[in-house]
């Protein structure tokens, strides 16, 4: 249910509000924040689609604040969504106009559900300190997105200065799933510490400086950034160690490679996060994100200068080459669906019970790459089924060969000649039977003609004499 109001007040709001939950009387009223949305008019329905989405895991009363052209007298236009168009939602659209839109909080303050956190967010361009903005200072949590600027670095710099206690930002949230599968991964041996961690990204990609100031924070090494395309992301991760590298590497938009000593090359899903499941994300925490604090106001700022590319980086041997990355991948694709296919074939019945030391040595051996008795012998099977259907095919061709020579030519040219000579046989049949009917037909006719000539001849004489019988 969408209901507009022009020209309104906050009072009028209010009201239809409430009417409207009475009349629909499915609205969910355990809501468990205020969501202020402060975006301009161009961006305003992707904005709300994703706070939407969000409030299906967060049901809230969403409040989308418009500033719309400041010159004229002030007035203040609302939408009101309810039902199927809000989700498990509220959403109040305000637009303001003339003075009114230098003063958003105050139309605001009256809309806000009461006790329960607020957090607002900026889509797109946000106050250069927004703890200190009239609707910022109103939140617990401040959500902002450093990649919607023009400058991604200089909105860095520019979020550590005026950092305060709540602030978030969306290229934080979009590393998180980057995050755990490097931690995950320096929790598999061998356990040995790093020295060094390289991080590829793109100029304009905040979480790659992100990602690289959290890991020289956390692990107390140098971190440094190589640079990819514009619009790439982030590519690739490295962190160095004395056995050899762990390289993270994502070389499109969904799948990615994880590559470290004494383990089998895996490959892992690692999508791009979309906005709807970042908010999401950002509304579950209420409190300060220390690690993102430390990563933003420390580990940016110690990052060394961009001096080189990915590609001469991975020549020069200091970062994971991309394309190889790719290629490996594919390969890993094409292994695994070669073994699920086997494994539906050739695997045995689970057991009902098994004990926890043979499922230890199991998933051991199943890392490793190891394959079981079973297995192997299915393997020989195969190959011996492949050889004697090779031979028998081999056999076949060379026995077809001899039987196909001299004599199936002979025999080919009797059947010839044959055929023509049987062929000529009819031809020369055909052509007597034709004669012998035809004389036929004429001496037919010669026939009925002497009758008819005979017949003739008898009725003149019985008239001519001009008298008939006594």
């Known amino acids: 249910m969408i209901r507009d109001l022009t020209d309104t007040t906050t009072k009028d709001i209010s009201k239809t509000l409430v009417r409207l939950r009475n009349e629909v009387g499915a ?14 008019d161009t ?31 002030k007035r203040l236009d609302a939408q009101i969504r309810l039902g199927g168009d809000a989700g498990a939602s509220e959403i109040v659209v305000l637009r303001l106009y003339g003075e009114l839109a230098n ?143 762990i390289d993270l590497v994502r070389p499109g938009d969904v799948l990615a490679t994880l590559s470290q000593a004494g383990q089998p090359d895996r490959r892992i899903n690692l999508p791009r996060r ?7 994300d950002e509304l579950r925490w209420l409190d300060a994100d220390e690690a993102y604090a430390e990563a933003l106001c420390k580990g940016v700022a110690e990052l060394p200068p961009i001096r080189l590319s990915a590609a001469d980086a991975a020549k020069a041997g200091k ?22 296919a086997s494994a539906m074939m050739s695997a045995p019945p689970a057991p009902e019970a098994a004990e926890t030391s043979e499922v230890r040595e199991a998933t051991a051996r199943k890392l490793a790459g190891k394959r079981t008795t079973r297995e192997k012998q299915a393997d020989k099977d195969r190959k011996k089924t492949a050889a004697a259907a090779g031979d028998a095919t081999s056999g076949a061709s060379r026995t077809s060969g001899t039987q196909t020579g001299r004599p199936a030519a002979r025999k080919t040219a009797k059947r010839s000649a044959a055929a023509a000579s049987t062929a000529k046989k009819t031809a020369t049949r055909s052509t007597a039977g034709t004669r012998k009917a035809t004389a036929k037909k004429t001496a037919s006719r010669t026939s009925s003609a002497s009758r008819a000539a005979s017949s003739g001849a008898s009725g003149g004489s019985g008239t001519s004499d001009g008298t008939a019988p006594s």
């Open 319 to 340: 970062a994971p080459d991309i394309a190889a990355a790719r290629r490996l991948a594919g390969r890993l694709g094409r292994d695994e669906s070669a073994q699920d």
């Open 103 to 245: 003063h958003g909080q105050s139309v605001v303050i009256p809309l806000l559900l009461a006790d329960s956190p607020i957090v607002a967010w900026w889509p797109g361009k946000a106050p250069d300190d927004v703890a200190n903005d009239p609707i910022g200072a109103m939140a617990q949590r401040r959500i902002t997105d450093a990649a919607e600027a023009h400058n991604p670095r200089l909105m860095l710099r520019k979020r550590a200065a005026s950092y305060s206690p709540g602030d978030t930002d969306l290229s934080w949230t979009r590393v998180t799933h980057w995050r755990g599968l490097l931690a995950a991964a320096l929790d598999q041996p061998p356990y040995e510490p790093i020295t060094g961690a390289v991080v590829s990204g793109a100029p304009d990609s905040p979480s790659s400086d992100l990602l690289a100031g959290w890991l020289s924070r956390r692990l107390r090494v140098p971190a440094r950034r190589v640079s990819t395309p514009r619009g790439s992301g982030i590519a690739s991760v490295r962190l160095e160690r004395e056995s050899g590298p």
């Open 27 to 40: 609205i969910a009223l355990g809501r468990v924040l205020t969501l202020i949305v402060v975006v301009e």
């Open 274 to 280: 979309e906005l709807p499941e970042c908010l999401a």
């Open 43 to 73: 961006d305003a329905q992707q904005a709300i689609d994703a706070a939407n989405h969000a409030s299906r895991q967060h049901p809230c009363r969403i409040i989308v604040v418009i500033p719309g052209e400041r010159r004229g007298r």
